[in-house]
């Protein structure tokens, strides 16, 4: 049945004149029938940059809307409405607009895992590959970071700045603990364990290199080893095993598994149906909104 639905989907992608997007998270068969995968700006990047009007985004509801922001004239639709992030969606308003009332000298530095009613109320987003930097390129001294409290912990431990942090986290990281780590040290004894700054300050600290989704993509290519404990949802480890058949992808949990429920959500199923036209979500923010969420992305985009 997959490969029947492989077959129509390339089939009627190329037809309808769609381009589809997979997040480095998404199951093997998705990212298969993709055009591009890769983290969550960075494809919102490629979908500005590209000719196409109609793209299926298959990721989570603040990823297709970060798109959006950027690409307002595109159909960006997501093939799973219900596909949200728990950690954007721990992030509430009041209790932010409290913390920027309380810390009136703070500049608010959102995370892009935020929503766009979020963004919009920030003075600049980040990613966890560049969050060190936009950070430190703020003159402010005392900076609001949000909403993840293991990537603030990362944040601090490379600026002189106060970061005041929201509480929030991504639970598929936050599981992460020193068990697994010591499990890896034993198990792979040859291997560089590479952790996401998403997981605890503690497990951070005991693995060899600390990087975005993005940066463990790239990390392989430049390291003289060939194996690798790779700290993130599983899914990352198709994606590198594909990039890089000659070497060798462990995960960091092997049980349970680390597995965002939400990225695994997306079926082939539901990719085929967005392009027929009978499922999905066709993404829509109010101006007014993405005007201002916009701002706090344009910020960052221009100190990269």
Known sequence: ??????????????EKDFVIIAHNYQIGDIQDVADFVGDSLELSRVIKDIDKKNVIFAGV???AETAKILSPEKNIILPVPSAGC???DMVEIEKVKKLQEENKNAKTVCYVNTTALVKSICDICCTSANAVKVVNSLKEKEIIFLPDKNLA???RRNTDKKIISYEGFCYVHNQFNILDV????????DATIMIHPEAPEDVQLLCDVILSTGGMVKYPKESKNNQFVVGTEEGMIYRLEKLYP???????REKPKAICNN??????????????????ENIFIEETIRLKALKSIEKMIEIL
């Open 263 to 280: 990225m695994k959500k997306t079926t082939l199923e539901d990719i085929l149906l967005s392009l027929r036209g009978e499922g999905g």
């Open 246 to 252: 000659d070497k060798k992808f462990f995960p960091l």
């Open 61 to 63: 509801r603040f990823m």
């Open 86 to 88: 728990e950690m954007a």
């Open 153 to 155: 912990a990362f944040v």
């Open 182 to 189: 010591r499990r890896a040290r034993e198990k792979y004894t």
């Open 1 to 14: 049945m997959e490969n029947k639905f492989k077959e129509e989907i390339l089939k009627l992608k190329k």
